[in-house]
């Protein structure tokens, strides 16, 4: 009995092996495939080791002069086309461009610390090699607020205003636990083995594409992006960096105007989201708009989002 239930359970390792190995380099294959298939739609410009897609549409006004740029939250694989439903709305009447940060979309992965600091330098000279140019009105998702704070303290010449859609700041932080390490590493073993493929429907769950708001094309480019940019090692590093927060809280509330749309929270492990993100835009003597939507917001809401933010820019430039 022994030896058998010793085979059984060596058989299973096996192929349990097998089945890994062959998702590997069946997500090897694919991948790569995919790469040929849904090339990125904007610029690669090289930073260090690396190279970083910007994306851009429509142009600047005489009216106003600036451009928007998207920066996208924590682990959000296909910032390009999570954006475009919001982008896609103001574009007719101003300059947007999506930076993509490191391990994003069709960024590749670098080497170089996910430091805030760091982010920002890369975000900033990714810009200047795309041919954009400040000033910018900043359009933080999640945890991109922390560099668009960051930005606005270091560099307020540059920064006109901040549309933050559902942004973190460095006091959500102060409350907010982290991802479980257990829940990381499934996730993460999950996508490096092509598991995550075996998932087919996964990627049509996110507000971008359950929303309707990509073509089939698009859809197919963000499923291949979401098979390929799931937790990479920038994202990782960024979700253990725990002194960015502290970083931009040193630097205090940025003398600019802002705006924050703020979801209800239903989808983010804080009870008391919201009410943070609500105090802060009154200590800043900014505005903030709740919607009753989950974390996604742009997608959810955009005409409302788009409505407003056109509001808030012709009154912070005085058209």
């Known amino acids: 009995m022994k030896r058998i239930v010793k085979w059984i359970a060596v058989s299973l390792v096996v192929l349990l092996t097998l089945l890994l190995v ?22 690669m410009v090289t930073i ?11 142009e600047r006004s005489v009216a106003a002069p600036l451009t928007l740029v998207f920066l996208s939250g924590s682990g959000t694989s296909a910032p390009t086309l999570d954006f475009k439903a919001l982008y896609g709305r103001l574009s007719d009447e101003y300059r947007i461009a999506v ?4 391990g994003y979309g069709w960024s590749e992965i670098g080497n170089t610390p996910r430091d805030t600091a760091t982010v920002l330098a890369e975000t900033r000279l990714a810009l200047q090699l795309a041919g954009e140019s400040p000033p910018y009105v900043l359009f933080p998702h999640s945890m991109a607020g922390l560099e668009a704070l960051y930005w606005a303290n270091l560099y307020p010449e540059e920064v006109v205003a901040i549309v933050g859609l559902d942004p973190a700041l460095p006091q959500t932080y102060e409350v907010m636990s982290p991802p479980p390490q257990l ?3 499934t996730i993460t073993f999950a996508a490096r083995t092509g598991v995550i493929r075996s998932g087919a429907s996964v990627c049509h769950e996110f507000a971008a594409v359950s929303e309707g708001h990509l073509t089939a094309e698009e859809t197919a480019a963000f499923c291949s992006l979401f098979y390929r940019r799931t937790l990479t090692p920038n994202m990782l590093a960024e979700i253990r960096n725990e002194t960015n927060p502290q970083l931009v809280a040193a630097e205090g509330i940025p003398d600019v105007p802002l705006y ?33 939507v ?21 009154q912070v430039v005085g058209e």
Do not use: C
């Not at 260090?48 to 851009?56: C, I, N, P, Q, R």
């Not at 930076?99 to 490191?102: F, I, K, L, Q």
């Not at 989201?273 to 900014?286: C, F, H, P, R, T």
């Open 22 to 43: 062959g998702s590997f380099i069946n997500h090897t294959i694919r991948s790569a495939q995919e790469e040929t298939l849904y090339p990125p739609p904007g610029q």
């Open 48 to 58: 260090g080791d690396h190279k970083l897609h910007v994306y851009s549409e429509g």
């Open 99 to 102: 930076v993509e940060r490191a």
């Open 183 to 185: 829940m990381l590493s």
């Open 260 to 292: 924050f749309f703020i979801s209800n929270g239903e989808d983010i492990a804080l009870d008391n989201w919201g009410e943070i993100l609500a105090a802060y835009a009154v200590a800043a003597k900014g505005q903030y708009l709740v919607l009753d």
């Open 294 to 314: 989950p974390h996604y917001l742009h997608n959810y809401a955009p005409d409302v989002i788009a409505a407003e933010s056109r509001a808030f820019i012709k």
